[in-house]
Each structure stands twice: as structure tokens, then as C-alpha cells.
């Protein structure tokens, strides 16, 4: 489809990336830091904006692709892998980058997640993890610590431990797994560079509080520390998780494998499919 | 074609066989309809088959015939069991009477009452008995002889179509075939037959072997999707295997998805970047896909769903037909949600019909619903070539001069030029939200009903042509159905003309949006309408009533599947209207 | 009430509240309504937010009366800005005219044309400066201060009102914040008010402060639900956090579900169990319910889904109201699956009607959807007490002689008795698979069309009683309604009324069955009718049109949300109706 | 609400938990042998019928409830889990067992399972597992192997690695997981009834073959061996799956946690909620 638009090579600033909408964010949420780091990861990369497609679902964080000057579609809640693998496996020439938050992906989202991790369609999955429903004024999400009790849909607490994203995609298998922090720009844009580069699933989990809701999370600055070493050993990545509090942040795995490719045939015209129908005697 | 010489001949002609799973009728049937069909036969045949995964009851009922047929008659002309195992449980498909001949192995078990109260000639033949007369010899395939002899099939035809179906295993079970073949054919050598397939006058014009589900594929293909994804589910699952042996022979794609939330909005996506999509389920899996539609019609996503319905609500009859997913095709969105809604009446038109529908939902840039049903989408039919039409996937696409470009722009006939990813200029964010015309999100009540109206012009300016409905006939007595049942109602009607009766049936293919004007014009002189559907609610009733005033003299014949609807049952009905109209 | 002599005494009032998020104008709103209320009014706060999630553009729209309000007037009598900020967006709902006055503060923008335009006095108020004089002032208190002195509100109530409202927060923050009150009642003293609310006399009924959603959580209970399991989604998570925090309270539990397929498939999980069981969602999470709401239908378990209307389709306008959702209410299974449907049509009717749902569903073993709106579910309102009803969840059980027991027995009534677990003899597996009375599975069209004949009588049987709708008036013109724009039809029928029309008012309830027999009846006198619905696609007056004959001159008055339908609206659709009738 | 059910002491043998059913199963299918070990299971720990509830999905296997004599509910494709959750959540009184089969669980229903081992509601999950949909007449499932070409939907193979049934549930937080074999049918007996005595979430992933789709199944009996010895170590754990190849049986993970109990508080009537309405000044 594409090899017909002509390309030209012009050197786009991060700035060229950011659309001139007016974030719906407050002021002070850790998603204008993930916006920041992408423009610049996508300036570095050297993509053009008509070449990447930006896949959200619905959230706080969802809304990021408008606020870009990609393509994007802002789809429905917990369905944003789903769209991005459809549109991955039938336009290989795009870069595409599925986007979201905890609840998105990891709640009604969870079965998807799973299976993209299995399924290694080439895109890359940046969560804005902020153990919380932002857009819906702060209920619990899959992350969130069993004891919170801020809200009001679980007043005692979730009565269950956390999800744990890093430990999930590593048994479903998926072959780039990062963590990253909304308040660490240059480290976050160069994972998400990375993350981008990789050929195959590339899941970056991403710290990035919700001041509203979660105004404690602005001490997460302080317990956020660089970690992972990456390596290509399964167990290496679990035994890396089990001393992890959830505040490590790197490439904790990376180990390529082949990306999904639907089936290939040798190509014959809709004519000769039709003969196959023909009554022969 | 082999003589016998004391049956009547005829030019066409009903049968069914029934059996266990593992007595292999549904081959049988196949091998029969594909060998008629080689002797320059029309033909179909349907399945029937009971819960049991495999190996439980079955049943392959055939119509052959010198003209072009797609529905059973009332009754067979020849039964054959190999066994009885809970074939009562399709005494309401089956129908014998005193014309009919009854072939059944007496080894298995006892003739049901509704066989020996039927008045049905009864014939015994010991088909267990005769598979121990050549090694590797079939029940089934003993059957297929012994049915050809007795309706007088060209030897020949049979036994290359045998060698055809079998020709990937070998040598030895084609030659077992070949003379369980003839022992069918020596078993039936001293019996009367039912009627005696008439030799078709040669040339004959060119047919198709092909199912409604294989048909939906082609028709996708042909309107130009080069993607699928899909979740398996019975009765639709041979659209997606089509789909999955023959995109990717067309550069295409077909993913297997996790779930129909998976796979409606994987279609969704790669419809988003320029490829039509289609996916295939049944009501259930209709039913999840429910959300993912009302995004495709608020973000201008084409995109084609195939749903071959089944017995419901829930998960109902899997294996079994009905009508009554209408409702949901149409109604079922949250907010105002207008779409296409299509149905096949014919295997040919499933062909047909979904290229159509490919074709609006790219023009429109809106979702189709298909709606098949199993009785269309499992049997299998000799038939004519479906004609080819010219409809392709062209959607309105932004141009070269992108300056400015508003994705979601006000356009006069409703339809805004999309951008697809890759195009400079272009880049927009499609989205769920109501927006204004550059795509933006928007809580204001002015854009949402710009928007709003928009997406109905889009639909009341565009012209469907002629298709919407196939017209036949006139006078003041009508017919008034859509899909499947439209093929006893064919046959119905064509049974009313043969008696005389000035008689004129409608059946809708373009449900959504209906075309109310011409639909009225239609009934013009209509006085005495009878409604056709087969569902328990009478939805098809109910959705005409919401959009147009029905003649006060208005029967409905609605049935819930898998009880049939034959062409008997709606000349019966059209009777009581003629009838009530004399009283 | 405070003495203000030069202005004009009055038992109804009209305000609203603006400002960017941050500045409190719902907090400000609510105080008001709470202080009004506590100075024996009535009143209703309606909440209009933009898209941002914090911070953003809000207008806090009250109404004060002395007899029961549950609609906002056309106009306002007070518009106060605490600043502009994208005031605009709510333009077409804070109608100013000549007899309004309307308070800004100079330094927070200009004066948009729509005010300045309209003819309303102006009046400059520096909130944000005022907020200097006290130390931990703010503006939105300043602001309550203020308008409470303009209208007449009694100091103490307010003052009382605000020290419970903050009782939580410390004495620092009550004291800045009757600081604020005093600052505002000063700022008041030398302008010329509005209208001023007289006192009302007492003793005075008793009142309740309820939002429509909590109404909603409390009809819940009151029918006897003990569980939820839900996924947040605007705007029904007020429903489900009121009932997180009430049904412990009540031997009941909630669980938050990771997702809408989670969180029915537990409620039928409770209700199979014998727990009467309810969830609250809106469209997007509505339309991931239908699969199992089919289910619920096939396999006759009650469950209560309440569906707080937002507009659509797909993520639509997810703060705003709209009256869209009808169809797939009524709709959206596949397969023949009528429900029951029902809207309440004032906020102390989202307690009645939600009660009665729950009465329904269980005595009828069916899915019930409640179709509440936002504009319902979100406004806060001083009401009379909901009237208590004896409408509890009574599930015809097993009895103990479970002797050859089956599940689904085909019920004279439709109503087959259902065991639970635990009842020793009742054992029986529910499926969503065709069925015989037994329960086992079953491929047959006449076991399939057994339950489908008992589902459908036990809704024509069932005496629903006089609830199905409330009616009022007579004579040839009548208003036909539903839900939340029963509202202002009520107010507009009163305005014509008091013009000398007799007109008649219909707010249909129960919406699925539909009682068209009564509905005929009812509108036997009409000759001229009008249909008030907020959607853009008629989907209520195509829903009456497939069920009962409309009178020749029907008209229809459809908006989309949130565009405004107020009482001059439905005033000048009737005058329409009427004029046309003279010409 | 069945405090007021009299309960009378009875001794029942397997088969009374036997119904009169005849399975729609293929002669052959390894779901009878899980339906005999379930009835053995039962009778074993000595449960009524009456006070026992199994809830399935759609498949073959999840048609088992209405073989057995115990309360059943057949539900839509993938929601057992979330049936089974509200049941025992709102009836703690009873013997709550979830089933199905790998498609079941593992495709549609794959989120309900994450949340479920996480949510640990007192109920037992036994996940027929044949790495085929048996239903819809032989697909490709989660657990398929990436290069079985049996199935007309994906004729070049899966194109993706299996889903890994045990290190999921163990990375989600499941306290109990363990391994059967429907043709091993005392030990599987044996698990089951662990299982079901186990407080909390118990999966069991149950090798059944499909002998229709999947007839070199029957080849598993002899890679089938016992070898896991339960550990309330994760580590320990996920080391035993590192080694493992699929067809050890035996319980991989017991490590009882609080189950899940949703808020509770002091009981009020109703009149003193709606008291809390009321207008005061
Ligand atoms: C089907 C459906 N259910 C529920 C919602 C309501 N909803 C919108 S966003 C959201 C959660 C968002 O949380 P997260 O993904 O963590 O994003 P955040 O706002 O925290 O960035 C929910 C429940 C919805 N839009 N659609
Ligand atoms: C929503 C929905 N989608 C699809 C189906 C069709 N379907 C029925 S069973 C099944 C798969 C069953 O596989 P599994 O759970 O492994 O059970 P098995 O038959 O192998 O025991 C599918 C896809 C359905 N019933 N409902
Ligand atoms: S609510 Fe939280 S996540 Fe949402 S925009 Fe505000 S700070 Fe960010
Ligand atoms: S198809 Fe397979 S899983 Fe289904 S009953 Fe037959 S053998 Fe068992
Ligand atoms: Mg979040
Ligand atoms: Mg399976």
C-alpha cells in the first residue's frame, strides 16, 4: 500500500512529533513525561509520522495518540492489542506501538496481553502504569496494592495481591520485556527507542504516577531505581524478579525469536479459485 | 444412465440417508449430490446431525433435479437407513408417504412407527451384512451404489467421483470403494426403485459444487478482503477455513484470535490501514462483538461480519438453523447506531451478497452484518455459477492535497475521505469519542449531532440500486420474507402459480437500511401479504411494522429452528389467506 | 431567611455555578442545594464537566423550589463565573436572559457574547481577589456565600451545611470556610439580587437528599439484591460505589470485576445460587453483557443489569446524557430473547422502578435491564421520600417433594420452580443449550419451541399491574415519553395546562413487555400525539410503531444528548401540534 | 440460606455421582476417565450432591456438570470462572468446582483466569486440556504445539509458542497448581480430592486426549510421569517447570494465602440507610 507514497527524507525534532492538542491530563500526571520521552524516542528513531500508528484503548493514558502527530486510533476499552495486531500483520511496512494503562491492559485487557506476548506480532506495548483507574476518578486496577483503601468501589482494600506485569509476560512468553519511569526521561526514551527497534513484541511496563488520585505515587521518585540487566535466560529474568519490588527499572529480557508471519502461499488469481468450484466429469 | 425400466422416470427427484456417525452418510450424500451433479445435475443437500460430537445420528437429505433447486421438497421419494439409531429425532424432516420407498439393513433394529404408519414401501436390504463381502468394504459406500442404481445414476460418474473424493488415500480403499459400489449396485439390481433420474439433454450449462459458507468466502474475496480474523465457531467455521486455504493465495492474511473480541477489532485495525476485513461467527460470538461495531460506526471503520445463525438465544442449537438473530443485527448497539444489514436467499447468492456487503461497508465506510444462516451455510449444492458483478472495495479515500485534512469533514453525500496510515499529511486519531470534523474529541452536543447526521446521510443519499430486495410477480396476494426461507417461499410461490393464482413474492436482501419507499411501492397492490420468517418472536414482523404500514389483511408464518419451514407449510398458509379471502 | 427588600420575593429559583474545575463549583453547588434544602425547599443540582479529567470547565446547574422540582427551567435567574473558562461549551444550557442577573469576576476574562448579548444585568464580583482577605479562603465558598445572601437563604443553614459538609477536614478548614461565607455575604450586601425565596412555612414535609444512582443502589437493596460484582464505567460507578459501601452493611458483598463479561457472569454465578444479584454499568460495558444476558434468558436466571445511559454509540460522550440505549436493551441478544426493560422517570422513581425490577426479574426468572440515564443518575435532588413498596425478590421455589424434579417444567404460567443449590433432589445442571424440560440438552425444534412457548407466557401472564406506565390528563393531545425527559414533558404539560389546554401525559415504565393493549387504550382519546425521546434516531417511537398503531397525527420530538430538551421545548413541539390542528 | 437445609449423613459410592446421561463424548474421549476420577473424588471426601456445584464453560469437556449427579451450570464459552466466583462468593456453604477445557480457559477465557488465581476465591478449577478445540471439530488451541498442521484454520501451523498453563498460573499468584492425567486415574483422583479440600483457588491442568482431532494423543501415555513434589516456594517452582516438559504430573505449587472475602461490616437495616437521606438542618 504504502510503496507507492513517495518517502522523504527530512530530520524531524521531537517537537514535530507533538500535535498542538491540549493534553486532558492534570496538570503534574506522570503521562506528560511517557508523551515527552516517545516524540523524542520517535525523533531519534528517524520515523516519519505518516509511517507509525499509535493504538490506544480507553484511560487517562489512552489518550495519548492525539497528542501526537502519528496516526492514531483511540479505540475501545481493553482492546488496543487486538487493533494493533490487525493492523500489524496487514501493514508490515508500519511501525506500530500499542498504548494504554494498567486497567486497559492488564484488567479488561488481560486475555489480549497474554496472547500478544505469545503471539510476537512486531509492535511494541508501552503501559502507563499507575495502579489506578485514572479516568474513571480512582478505583483500584490490577496493580494496585492489596491494602490501598483510597476507593470507594473497595474501601477495605482489593482482598488480592498485585498483578505482576514483568513476571506475567515473561510466562506468556513475550520476548522484550522493560520497565521504565515516567519521571526518568532519558533512560524511558531510550527503553522506548530500544522497544521500538525490536523486531517482535516489545512490552515496556512504565511508572507513571497518577498525582490525582494517587498523590503518594510522587514518592515513587525515590524508591525508582535503575536494575535489570538484560539477558536472554528465562530463569535469569525470574530469578532478576524475585529480588524485585516492583521499582527495578531496564530491559529485563530480550531474546528474539521469530515474529509472527500469518501463512504464505504461492499467489494465483481469484479466477483460478473459482475454477475449483467447476463440476467435473 | 443405466436403465430400469420399471420405475417411472422423472427430472427430479428426493432422498435422504440416515445412520450413526460412524456409518459415513454425510460422504454418501456428498458423493451422490457430486456424481448427479457430473451427470448434469442441479442438486443440494443439507445436513442433519444430533448433539453427539461424533459418531451420534445423521442425516444427508438430497434433492436432485434438471432444474436449478435449493430447498428439500415436502417429502423424499426414497429413504435408506443404514441404521435407526435416533433417527425419530428428525421425523419432522423425513416425510414418506405411499409414494415413497424405504430401504433399511432389518439387522438394525426395528422400522419406527412413523416410517411404518407412513404407508411407505419397505424394502430390506442387509447392508451390515454385505460389508463382510469384500474386505474393507463400506456401509455407506454400498449405499451410494445401490442409491445411484436404484435413481439411475451413470455408473461412471460415480465411481470417477469416488475415485475423486478418495483420491489422496490410496489405492486400496478406492479399489474397496469401487466394490462396495457394486455390491450396492447387485443389491438393488431386483428392486423397484422410487422414480428413475430422467438423462439430461447435453449440452448443459456450466455448475458449481459449493456450500454457502465457501460461497460467503469467495464473495469476500471477490469484494476485495484481504484479511480475516476469526474465532471458530459452529455454524460458521468453513467461512474462516475457506478464508484461512485461500487469502493467503491472494496476498492476503487470516489470524486465529484468542476470542471475537480479538478478532473483530483485529479486523477493525487492519481495516483502519487500508485492507478489507471481514470476520465470521455465530450468534455468540455476534454477541461479543456487539462493542467493537458501535467503534466501527462512530470511527467510520468499514468492516463485514458473516454471522451464520443458529438456534437461540445462547448457546442454543449449535448445529441447527434459525432466523433470529435479526434483532442484533440490527439493533444492536449502544447510541445510534444505523448499519448495513444483508442476507443471502440463496447458497449462490452468499456469494453474491457478501460482495455486496464488502462493497457498501468500503463506500460507506460503515459495518455490515451478513446474515446467513446454517441451512445456507452448510449445504452443499450443485448450482449455477453465481454471475459476476463488479462490485469492488473503493473506498473514498483523503487526496494528495492533505493541507487542512479533516478526517471526519461534513461532506455533502455524508461520506468523508479517509486517510490511511502511511499517507503524509494524513495523520489523524480515529476514535470511539464523538469528535468534531478534524477527529478531535468533542462533548459538545453540536458535534455529536453533526456527526450524528452525517452518518445517516451517508446512508439515505447513496443509491443501492435495484438490489435491495429480489420483486417477483404481482397481483394482491404477496409473499414477504428474506434469507433462507426465501427458498421454500420460491417454490411455494411457484406452486401457487401453477395453480392459477396471480401471486407475488418480495424477499429483502438489504435489511439495513430498508428501503422503505420502494418497499411500499412494492406493496402497491398488495391487499393479502403473508410474512415469512423463521424465528419464534416473528422479529422480521416486528421490524417491517417499525418502519411501514403492512396491508391489514397481514399472516405471519413464523417458526423457531430447526423446525422446517417447506414449501408445502407457506402454501398452506397462503391458503388461508385466498380462503379467508372467499369466506 | 435574610431580609435583601429590593428584590422581588419568589418560591422558585434558577442558578447555575461556573468555573475551571479547580475552583469548586460542585462543591459550591451542592452546598447551596444542601443549605436550600435544609431551609425546607426542594431542589435539584444538575452537573455539566468537559472532557478534562481534572481541572477542567464545570457548571453547576440548580434549580430551588418550593413545591417538588426534578427538571431545570429554561433560564436562569442567577449565572455566576468564578471565571470563563470554556464557559462557552455550555452555552446552549445556561440560557440568561434580560430578567437575569449575571456575576463575574472582572479580572478572570472577558464576558462572553452569549451573556452580553442576552441582555442580563451584569454585575462584577473580584472572587479571586477576595480570597486574599482571608487566609485560606476560596472562591467557590465565597461564591456560596455570596448567592446564598442574593437569594434568601438563611445564614445558619448554609453555615451548618458547610460545617458538615467539611466536618471531616478539621476546624482550620471550617473556619476559612465560614470566613469565605462571610466574604461573599459582604460582597452581596449593596448589589440588587434576583428573585429572592420566600420562607417557607412550617412545619414542612420530610425530604431526601438523593442522586439518582444512589436512589438507584437503594431500590436495589430495597427489592432484596445482596450482590454486585461490577467494572467501574461513568456514569454508573456512584451505583455501584453506594452499594460497595451499603449491601456489607447488609449481609451483602460487591466484587469488583476485572472486567463487564466478569462481572454479569458472577451475578448469574449469585442469582443461580439463589442471591438476588445486580450489576451497574453504561453503553460500552452494556453492550459486553449481551452474550450472557442471552444466557440468563435461555437458562431463566434473574439478574438486574441497570444501564446508566450515556451518549453513544462506542465511547460517544461518556459525561453526558442521552436516551439511546433503547434498542439493544430491548434488542440485543441473538436469537428470540425477550426481557424485561424498564425506566425510571424521576430520580425517587430510580428507587421505585429499580425495587420493581428486582420483583420482576425474580418472579419471572428473567434478565431485567433498567435503562437510567446521567442526567438522572448524576443530579442531586431534595425530594420526597421514594413511597416504600411491598415489592420484594420472591422466587418461585422447588418445594420439598423434588420427586422427579424438572428444572424447566412447562408451567401453566411460564414460571417453572427453580431449585438451588443446596436443596437435596432439585440437582440439575442449567444450560445455555436448547433444553427439555429436564434441563438435558436437546437438538429438537419441538423441545426448543416448548421453552420458547413457556418463556413468552410467562410475560403475557404475568399481571404487571398498573405500573407499566404513569398516566395523566385527557383529551385529544397527548405527550408520550420515557425516562428522564419525562421531566420536562411533565413541566410542559403543567405550562399548557395553565394556558387552558386539556392535554395527557404517558411515561412509559415498563418499556419491555410492552403492555400495548393499555397503551391503545390509553391513547384512545388522542388524536394528536407527541413523542418525546433524547436520541437522535427516534429509536423510542420506532419502538412503539412495531407494537401498536400510532394516531395519523404523531409527532416526534428526538435530540440527541446532551443537547437540552427543556419544557419550552416540548411546549413549542405541542403549540406545533395544536397550530396545525387550527390551520 | 442452607443452614435451614436438614443435612443427613450419607455414605455415597462414586457412582451416585454418576448421572444417567449418556455422554455426547467420543467412545475413546480422556474425558470420561475425568469424569470417573471426579465421581471417585467426591464420593472420597464425602460431599452431597446437593451441596456441590460444578460450573463449565462450552467444549466437549465442559458438558461434564450434567453427567455428574451435583448441581451444574453450563455456562457460555470462557465465563466459568466468573460463574463459579459469584457463586461462592454470595454461597461460601458450598463445594464450588470450575471446569472446562483449554480453549475454554486458556483462549476466551484467559482473563478470567489471571484475575481468578490472583482473586483466590475458595473453588477448585480443573481445565481439561487436549491442545485442541474437540468441539468445533479440531482448532489449533492455546496450548496447541506452534507446528501441528491438523487444522484447516491454520494449515502452516499456530506461528507461536504454547501457552504454558502452570507457569501462568503460578506467575498470577495461584496458591495451589498441579498436574494430572486423565489415563492415570488414581493419581488423578488423588489430586482432584486435594484440590477440592484445598481453601483457596486450586487449578488443576488435566492431560485429556482428544482422540477424534488428536489421535497421536494417545502417545502421551508414555511420556505422562509423575515428578512434581509440592513446594510453597516460588522459586522452587518455576525451577520445577524450567525442567519440565509438559507431561510431569503431580502437584507443582501449594502455598494457602487468605481467600478472597469481600468487605464486611456491622449489620444495619435498611430503615437506617435510608435515615441517611433524610434532610436535616
Ligand atoms: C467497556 C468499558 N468498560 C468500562 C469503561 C470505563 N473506563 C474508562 S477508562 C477505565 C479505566 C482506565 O484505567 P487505566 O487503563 O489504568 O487508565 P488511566 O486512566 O489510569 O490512565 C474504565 C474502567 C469503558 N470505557 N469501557
Ligand atoms: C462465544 C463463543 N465463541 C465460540 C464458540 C464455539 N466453541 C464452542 S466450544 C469451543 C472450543 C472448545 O475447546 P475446548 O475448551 O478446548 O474444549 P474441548 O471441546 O476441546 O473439550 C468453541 C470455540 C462458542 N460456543 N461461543
Ligand atoms: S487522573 Fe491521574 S492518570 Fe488521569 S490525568 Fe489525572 S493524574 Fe493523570
Ligand atoms: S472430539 Fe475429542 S475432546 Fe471431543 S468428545 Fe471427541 S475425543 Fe473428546
Ligand atoms: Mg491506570
Ligand atoms: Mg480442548
Redesign the pocket.
Known amino acids: 500500500m504504502n510503496s507507492a507514497v513517495e518517502q522523504q527524507i527530512r530530520i524531524l525534532g521531537h517537537k514535530d512529533f507533538k500535535s498542538d492538542y491540549k493534553p486532558v491530563w492534570c496538570a503534574g500526571c506522570g503521562d506528560f513525561g511517557v508523551l515527552n520521552a516517545l516524540t523524542k524516542a520517535m525523533a531519534a528513531l528517524e520515523l516519519s509520522p505518516e509511517n507509525v500508528a499509535m493504538i490506544a484503548g480507553i484511560g487517562c493514558s489512552s489518550r495519548i495518540p492525539a497528542y501526537t502527530t502519528v496516526y492514531g486510533f483511540h479505540g475501545v476499552h481493553g482492546r488496543a492489542l487486538p487493533l494493533a495486531a490487525g493492523l500489524a500483520v496487514s501493514r508490515p511496512d508500519l511501525t506500530v506501538i500499542a498504548t494504554g494503562g494498567d486497567g486497559d491492559g492488564f484488567s479488561i485487557g488481560g486475555n489480549h496481553f497474554l496472547h500478544a506476548c505469545r503471539r510476537n506480532v512486531n509492535m511494541t506495548y508501552l503501559v502507563m502504569d499507575n495502579s489506578v483507574y485514572g479516568m474513571t476518578k480512582g478505583q483500584a486496577s490490577p496493580t494496585t496494592e492489596c491494602d490501598w483503601t483510597g476507593s470507594k468501589l473497595s474501601p477495605q482494600g482489593t482482598h488480592q495481591p498485585p498483578l505482576q506485569p514483568l513476571e506475567l509476560a515473561l510466562a506468556a512468553r513475550a520476548p522484550f520485556i522493560a520497565r521504565a519511569f515516567s519521571n526518568s526521561p532519558n533512560e524511558l526514551a531510550r527503553i522506548m527507542t530500544e522497544a521500538i527497534a525490536f523486531e517482535g513484541f516489545a512490552f515496556v511496563q512504565i511508572l507513571s504516577p497518577c498525582i490525582t488520585f494517587r498523590p503518594e505515587q510522587l514518592g515513587w521518585k525515590k524508591r525508582v531505581h535503575d536494575g535489570f540487566e538484560p539477558t536472554d535466560d528465562r530463569a535469569a529474568a525470574f530469578a532478576a524478579l524475585a529480588e524485585d519490588e516492583g521499582f527495578t527499572t531496564g530491559i529485563l529480557y530480550r531474546a528474539p525469536r521469530p515474529r509472527f508471519a500469518p501463512d504464505r502461499r504461492e499467489p494465483v488469481d481469484i479466477g483460478a479459485i473459482e475454477k475449483r468450484f467447476e463440476v467435473r466429469s | 444412465m443405466s436403465e430400469n425400466p420399471d420405475n417411472q422416470s422423472t427430472s427430479e427427484l428426493s432422498l435422504a440417508l440416515v445412520g450413526s456417525g460412524g456409518a459415513g452418510v454425510m460422504t454418501a450424500g456428498q458423493t451422490l449430490l457430486d456424481a448427479a451433479a457430473a451427470s448434469d445435475y442441479y442438486g443440494l443437500m443439507t445436513r442433519a446431525t444430533g448433539p453427539q460430537i461424533r459418531g451420534g445420528e445423521a442425516a444427508a437429505i438430497l434433492r436432485l433435479s434438471a432444474r436449478p433447486v435449493e430447498c428439500q421438497d415436502d417429502r423424499l421419494d426414497l429413504l435408506v437407513a443404514i441404521d435407526w439409531n435416533k433417527a425419530e429425532r428428525f421425523a419432522d424432516e423425513l416425510i414418506v408417504d405411499d409414494n415413497s420407498l424405504v430401504v433399511a439393513d432389518p439387522g438394525q433394529g426395528e422400522v419406527p412407527a412413523w416410517i411404518t404408519d407412513s404407508g411407505a414401501r419397505l424394502v430390506e436390504v442387509p447392508f451390515d451384512a454385505l460389508t463382510r463381502e469384500f474386505r474393507g468394504a463400506r456401509t455407506n459406500t454400498i449405499a451410494v451404489g445401490l442409491v445411484a442404481q436404484l435413481i439411475g445414476l451413470e455408473g461412471r460418474d460415480v465411481d470417477a467421483t469416488v475415485r475423486r473424493i478418495l483420491e489422496s488415500k490410496g489405492a486400496k480403499l478406492i479399489e474397496a470403494a469401487l466394490a462396495g459400489l457394486e455390491l450396492g449396485r447387485t443389491a438393488a439390481a431386483d428392486l423397484a426403485g422410487p422414480k428413475r433420474l430422467e438423462r439430461r439433454p447435453e449440452p448443459v450449462e456450466p455448475r458449481w459444487l459449493i456450500t454457502g459458507n465457501e460461497a460467503a468466502g469467495l464473495g469476500a474475496v471477490r469484494g476485495g478482503v484481504r484479511f480475516c480474523a476469526a474465532?471458530?465457531?459452529?455454524p460458521s467455521t468453513e467461512i474462516q477455513e475457506w478464508l484461512a486455504a485461500h487469502l493467503p493465495e491472494l496476498g492476503g492474511s487470516l489470524v486465529q484470535a484468542e476470542?471475537?473480541l480479538a478478532s473483530i477489532n483485529m479486523c477493525l485495525g487492519a481495516s483502519f490501514g487500508g485492507t478489507p476485513a471481514i470476520t465470521a461467527t455465530s450468534g455468540?460470538?455476534f454477541s461479543?462483538m456487539v462493542e467493537a461495531l458501535g467503534l466501527a460506526t462512530q470511527a467510520e471503520i468499514p468492516v463485514v461480519v458473516v454471522d451464520v445463525m443458529r438456534g437461540g438465544p445462547s448457546?442454543g442449537i449449535?448445529t441447527r438453523s434459525e432466523q433470529s438473530d435479526l434483532d442484533i443485527a440490527v439493533h444492536g448497539a449502544h447510541g445510534d447506531a444505523p448499519r448495513l444489514v444483508l442476507a443471502p436467499n440463496s447458497i449462490g447468492d452468499c456469494v453474491t451478497t457478501t460482495q455486496w456487503a464488502v462493497h457498501l461497508a468500503e463506500a460507506l465506510q460503515s459495518p455490515a452484518v451478513v446474515l446467513s444462516d446454517q441451512r445456507l451455510g452448510q449445504a452443499r449444492a450443485a448450482i449455477a455459477p453465481p454471475p459476476s458483478r463488479d462490485w469492488h472495495a473503493q473506498r473514498k479515500l483523503a487526496g494528495n492535497d492533505t493541507a487542512d485534512y479533516r478526517r471526519f469533514t461534513d461532506a455533502e453525500d455524508g461520506v468523508s475521505p479517509m486517510a490511511l496510515p502511511g499517507m503524509p499529511g494524513g495523520e489523524y486519531t480515529a476514535t470511539g469519542l464523538s469528535h468534531m470534523e478534524s477527529a478531535r474529541p468533542s462533548a459538545s452536543g453540536m458535534d455529536h449531532r453533526r456527526q450524528l447526521d452525517k452518518r445517516r446521510r451517508k446512508f439515505a443519499q447513496f443509491d443501492f440500486g435495484k438490489h435491495w430486495a429480489d420483486i417477483d410477480g404481482d397481483g394482491d396476494l404477496w409473499v414477504l420474507t428474506w434469507g433462507s426461507t426465501t427458498l421454500p417461499a420460491r417454490e411455494a410461490v411457484a406452486r401457487m402459480r401453477d395453480r392459477g393464482h396471480a401471486i407475488g413474492l418480495i424477499s429483502i436482501r438489504l435489511l439495513s437500511p430498508l428501503d422503505t419507499e420502494a418497499l411500499t411501492e412494492a406493496l402497491r397492490s398488495c391487499r393479502r401479504l403473508l410474512v415469512v420468517e423463521q424465528s419464534h418472536g416473528g422479529q422480521f414482523h416486528r421490524y417491517l411494522r417499525s418502519h411501514i404500514e403492512l396491508p391489514a389483511d397481514t399472516h405471519l408464518l413464523a417458526r423457531p429452528g430447526p423446525l422446517n419451514i417447506t414449501p408445502g407449510d407457506i402454501v398452506s398458509g397462503l391458503e388461508e389467506l385466498t380462503l379467508e379471502d372467499a369466506a
Open positions: 474465532y471458530p465457531i459452529t476470542d471475537e455468540p460470538g461479543l448457546t449449535p
